[in-house]
């Protein structure tokens, strides 16, 4: 039985954020298990380490939009509005499938 798996790669800079942030975040996913929302989530757990480069004072306001982003469209919709909003640089996606086993 095949498995199709989404990669994602998000690329950031975080002014105060170190070398932590500032690198190409790779992750994998099963698609059957992993939706916008899940994406979202596991974005904001790395991004929380990037919202001090808009500063202290503006970083509630920073995480009161991140978590209105919207998730009804597709992962591309969604890492689009994280780049057209400043959370993120650039992104890149890629879908294939695998056999069970094989992951």
Known sequence: MA???TQFTIHTSGKNGGETWNSPYIFTRKDNNFDVEDLK???YV???????HVGLKDADAWEKKYRQAPTDGTY???LQWCKENDYIDD???ESYTVAEGDN
């Open 91 to 93: 992104y890149t996606t």
């Open 41 to 43: 989530a596991t974005l």
């Open 46 to 52: 790395g991004q929380r380490l990037n919202f001090d």
């Open 76 to 78: 591309e919709d969604f």
């Open 3 to 5: 498995i199709k798996v």
